[in-house]
């Protein structure tokens, strides 16, 4: 018999050298990264990393990116061929990868596992998704247009999934709106006292003239009274049979209080992401000082018509991975798909708002779908070392009922 | 002769005539193997140049055999069904491959499988008859319509126009179908089809696309587009929860219907045909599609046919009806009555009600000028002549005995017991009594029940059956014991959901589990339409005594909070102008879905309730004809669509299981669920309920 035995590769630590983003824009025709092609968004990025840590870009042996809607212009791997067009080592591979929502935060997961496993040193994880050019659905699918799917599964639309949520909590539209106009309040005040700077990349056009420096997205001025105003985004919802489908698994439910509209979720956005993950050794080659460590990384899913109750599942599985407890995580980042899902994380987890989304979130800055996982990684870094803080909680609800989890120490 | 034999005209026009023996043609073995000979003889006439289909019987088309798809096998026989329906898809798509035009000249109904060999031609011409009827009635029967049908109605018309056709088994006339695009031409003399048939071909003798479907051309598109239109995915997206809601995915067929839809958008025809095959052979094999063909075709018919009105009774057209009594139920049958074309006469104890009932109908429909032909009365003389008197509400003695004196030929009918006379006829009325019930559900008395008792004659019972079926109503005939029928099924249900919210099941999980198995309208609600005060009489009379005490301590404690009922503005419910809301105080009181009754037993105590209640009565031969039965059950109290009626259900349910389930309830949840003596009995025997 033989037996084979890993030695020393397993005890490999995963280190964060760097994470950047672009800064997020409006994904729509008028949003100011309309113009700028989604393999643009990456490339910017690579080179961006390329030229602070002056990288011999042959050490990099994988570019992961999550992206949700893979066609047209993030379509044939957008990953390779952002690598390419970036004027990478021809060497550097490229994989794109589709968790939904959580593809991005999926891809340095798995960065992780490559560095950990001893395969692989250096990685570039993130994602892309200009939403202006590709719209959300438009790669069609299965819970776009397959009846049998839909009518079997109930396979509602997310929003319904939000408002349920809301609706089993008890949740009034005053308190949903509440948490958004937190999330607004202190975005702005992040962005304005700069606390996004050392991740955010200018997006610059090919004569290096810049396009969009800083996050253009955020409503600083949102009021209660205004949000007040915004009619509810999935009220036809009652009308067209989605919430019979829905209540056809939560009995118990009379009827949906549909409290979710732009103004309480997240909005639609271009950005891209890209963190720098890579092996202690390598670090040492290159002199990259890592800036922390991904600690562990956990998926989950949970009852897929309600949707979006996977992030308090995930993070419990990953404390439980990382053999720790919720006191041994200093901040926590909860992605704003909708305001019902961050404060369902927050009272599963039994956390308070003060310690979670301390700089706002997707509500207000957008959720660029495949990008926003990385966008996460460099919020949170950037927190923690400016807080002095050590360890955070990263978690995103994620199509189907999936949930998922990552925790982040500085080093 | 060929039972699909043709002749070839100067023009090489050939025209086939379709004419089995027997009253109707249909898809059969018969069928197939001449229409493929005379297919494969056409295809070798040298000279020919377009070919007619007609039909040389009074219909054109009868379409699948009903007959032979109940009666096949279910489960376990997959591989050999599957195959049978596969193989007869080859069949129209040879229509499709011959190289000539083919014309489908339609002199009489083209439904289902008659209307699908239409669609495998090229042209339709139809009589503008009121006989031709056309469409695809096949989903009304738990099938979808299994002869490309589906595959060709969605690549013709797109699948937002198809998709309703097709799931709501909608058929229509000729003239409606023109309209509509189902046909493409018509004519108003029949024998003008075929000379009208084979002008077109002539017409489109140099067409090169005359022998071509659109479908089998280069580049064609789909009226509407496919799946990578935005509007379509919108379409099968929104649709999928529309249909939800209304199948509550109890209806298998419509879902597999809409997904074999969407695969035509997707694939080439012969694949998409394919997918279709299984799917109907998918819903040959399911207990579902038994059910519903049974109710929706072989009951339905038995019932149209009289059910248990008495036989050898020569059908009567009754001419003046009188009905005594001014409320709802009166004003009702009043109305139907009229409307029918009968002389009618209401009946009012004091002078001006009933002319106020008369008024307040003919003020509602000012377009039915007959509603103010009813002569509205207090003189009891005026009923004379009335070949039928239906008494609505209690009336004195000496009202009712003035109208007995001028009426002594009538037959006479006490409406949901109404009146001392109705729980013991006088003898003046032996022979000529009968005693009707609506449910209280039933508020348009889409059926009524004829008792009939010691007082009864066949005649009486036969002459009342005939004035329901004049206006419109659906008579079943029960034998009087004083328990109307469908009435104590839809008590007993009403009963049991009352008991789970006794219970702690929240009221909002009752209602919630009772639209889940497919119940047409939720017990609470139903009970605050009919009135919490009349519910709990009609409960105390009905209801089984192990749980009615405590359910009508329940009613009265809502009562007197002022809560009567839909009427009195509030009940079970509250009634804001924004759309019903169950009463919180009561919801707050249960369990908020942390029951220890689990969702599958709420919804076992619902449905197993009135399925026992109703094969009792068939025990205690209350109920005459089981068709009647389950008809009446579907019309009347909304027995869901699936079960093909609750007695039916049982059939395709088994009998073994039902007793299993019997014995699993009645351990857990009281006696009220032991399995009746019938239901051994018939596993003994083996017979089903029939």
Not at chain 2, 387 to 400: G, P, R
Request: some cysteine; proline content about 4%; hydrophobic content about 45%.
């Amino acid at each position: 018999m033989v037996r084979i035995r890993t030695i020393g590769a397993m005890s490999q630590h995963a280190y964060i050298f760097d994470a950047v983003r672009t800064p997020r824009s409006k994904g729509k025709a008028d949003g100011a990264l309309h113009e700028v092609k989604p393999i643009a968004l990456v490339s910017g990025l690579l080179n961006e990393l390329q030229a602070r840590h002056d990288l011999d870009t042959a050490r990099v042996d994988d570019v992961i990116l999550g992206c949700v809607t893979p066609v047209k212009d993030q379509g044939t791997n957008i990953a390779k061929c952002a690598v390419q067009y970036a004027g990478w080592d021809e060497s550097v591979a490229g994989v794109q990868l589709n968790r939904f929502c959580a593809s991005g935060l999926e891809a340095v997961n798995i960065a992780a596992q490559k560095v950990i496993s001893g395969w692989e040193q250096l990685i570039v994880a993130g994602g892309v998704e200009s939403m202006s050019r590709v719209p959300m659905g438009s790669d069609g699918g299965v819970v776009v247009f397959d009846p049998e799917y839909l009518i079997g599964q109930r396979a509602t639309p997310q929003g319904v999934g939000a408002d349920l949520i809301a609706t089993l909590e008890g949740w009034s539209r005053e308190d949903v709106d509440a948490f958004a106009v937190e999330s607004q309040k202190r975005a702005a005040y992040a962005r304005d006292s700069g606390y996004f700077d050392r991740s955010v990349v200018p997006v610059k056009d090919r004569n290096g003239v810049t396009i969009l420096a800083k996050d253009d997205f955020i409503k600083p001025n949102t009021s209660l009274e205004g949000l007040a105003a915004l009619k509810p985004s999935f009220a036809h919802a009652a009308a067209n049979g989605a919430d019979a489908a829905a209540i056809s698994k939560y009995p118990e439910v009379e009827r949906i209080n549909h409290v979710h509209h732009a103004g309480n979720s997240s909005g639609i956005v271009d950005g891209a992401s890209a963190v720098l993950v890579g092996s202690e050794s390598i670090g040492r080659d290159l002199r990259l000082t890592p800036r922390g460590r991904v600690v562990a990384g956990v998926i989950t899913s949970t009852e897929p018509t309600i949707m979006l109750v996977g992030p308090g599942p995930a993070a419990k599985k990953c404390l439980a991975v990382a053999g720790m407890s919720a006191n041994d995580i200093d901040l926590w980042e909860i992605n704003e798909a909708f305001s019902s899902v961050a404060m369902r994380y927050m009272r599963d987890l039994g956390i308070d708002h003060q310690v979670t989304n301390v700089n706002g979130g997707a509500i207000a800055m957008g959720h660029p779908l495949g990008a926003t996982g990385g966008v996460l990684v460099s919020i949170m870094l950037d927190e923690l070392e400016r807080r002095g803080l050590k360890r955070g909680m990263l978690s995103m609800c994620v199509g189907g009922g999936m949930g998922i989890s990552t925790i982040i120490e500085r080093v | 002769m060929s039972i699909c034999g043709y002749e070839v005209d100067k023009d090489g026009i050939a025209t086939v005539i379709i004419d089995m023996p027997g009253p109707v043609n249909v898809m059969n073995g018969d069928f197939t193997e001449s229409m493929k000979q005379t297919i494969g003889n056409l295809a070798a006439e040298r000279d020919a140049i377009g070919v007619v289909i007609a039909s040389g019987k009074k219909t054109f088309f009868a379409g699948g055999d009903v007959k032979g798809m109940a009666a096949a096998p279910g489960a376990g026989f997959n591989e050999q069904i599957t195959h049978a329906i596969m193989a007869g898809r080859h069949l129209f798509r040879s229509f499709e491959k011959l190289n000539l035009p083919i014309v489908a000249a339609i002199n009489g109904a083209a439904l289902g499988g008659g209307y699908e060999l239409t669609l495998a031609c090229n042209y339709r011409i139809a009589w503008d008859d009121k006989s031709v009827l056309i469409g695809l009635p096949e989903a009304t029967l738990g099938l979808l319509p299994g002869g490309g049908g589906v595959v060709r109605m969605t690549k013709k018309f797109g699948i937002a126009k198809a998709l309703p056709y097709l799931i709501d088994g909608t058929t229509m006339p000729a003239s409606e179908a023109l309209e509509a695009g189902l046909l493409d031409e018509v004519v108003d003399r029949v024998e003008d089809l075929i000379p009208r048939a084979k002008a077109w071909i002539l017409s489109n003798k140099d067409n090169p696309n005359a022998a071509l479907q659109p479908w089998d051309r280069p580049g064609y598109q789909i009226p509407g587009g496919d799946l990578s239109a935005s509007a379509v995915r919108g379409f099968v997206n929104q649709t999928a929860f529309r249909l939800f809601e209304e199948t509550r995915g109890l209806l298998p067929n419509k879902q597999l219907i809409f997904d074999v839809a969407v695969e035509a958008l997707k694939l080439d025809l012969d694949t998409a045909l394919k997918i279709e095959s299984r799917g109907l052979a998918t819903l040959i094999i399911s207990p579902i599609s038994k059910n519903l063909m049974s109710a929706n075709f072989f009951q339905s018919t038995e019932v149209r046919r009289g059910g248990a009105r008495p036989k050898d009774i020569a059908r009567f057209r009754v001419s003046k009806v009188g009905v005594i009594g001014t409320g709802d139920v009166a004003r009702t049958l009043s109305r139907a009555s009229a409307l029918a074309g009968i002389d009618t006469v209401i009946l009012g104890a004091k002078p001006g009600d009933a002319g106020q009932a008369k008024a307040s109908l003919a003020l509602a429909e000012p377009d039915a000028p007959v509603l103010a032909g009813i002569l509205a009365t207090d003189v009891p003389s005026d009923l004379s002549g009335c070949e039928v008197i239906v008494a609505t509400e209690s009336a004195d003695e000496a009202l009712l005995g003035a109208v007995e004196k001028s009426a002594r030929e009538s037959v006479w009918c006490a409406l949901n017991d109404a009146g001392a006379e109705a729980s013991d006829p006088r003898t003046e009325l032996r022979g000529r009594f009968v005693r009707l019930s609506v449910a209280p559900t039933d508020l348009q008395m889409a059926v009524i029940e004829v008792a009939r008792g010691d007082f009864s004659s066949d005649g009486a019972v036969a002459k009342v059956y005939d004035f329901l079926r004049q206006i419109r109503s659906q008579p079943i005939v029960t034998l009087d014991t004083g328990v109307a029928f469908v009435e104590r099924v839809l008590i007993h249900q009403l009963v049991e959901a009352l008991s789970l919210v006794v219970e702690g099941v929240s009221p909002v999980r009752v209602e919630n589990l009772s639209r889940a198995i497919g119940l047409r309208e939720a017990p609470l609600t139903t009970i605050d339409q009919i009135g919490l005060a009349r519910f709990a009489s009609l409960a105390k009379r009905h209801g089984h005594p192990s749980v009615t005490p405590r359910v009508v301590a329940l009613l009265d404690r809502i009562v007197a909070q002022g809560r009567g009922g839909r009427q009195a503005g509030a009940g079970f419910y509250d009634y804001p102008a924004a759309g019903k809301v169950l009463f919180r105080e009561l919801s707050a009181r249960s369990d908020d879905g942390q029951s220890s009754i689990a969702d599958q037993d709420v919804k076992d105590r619902l449905l197993f309730s009135a399925v026992l209640e109703s094969i009792r009565q068939v025990e205690t031969g209350v109920l005459l004809s089981v068709a009647e039965g389950n008809i009446a059950l579907l019309r009347a109290i909304g027995a869901p669509m699936w079960t093909g009626g609750y007695i039916q259900f049982v059939n395709t349910y088994g009998p073994q299981k039902l007793l299993d389930q019997c014995n699993a309830l009645a351990a857990r949840f009281g006696a009220r669920f032991e399995s009746p003596q019938i239901l051994i009995e018939k596993m003994k025997t083996g017979e089903s309920f029939a």
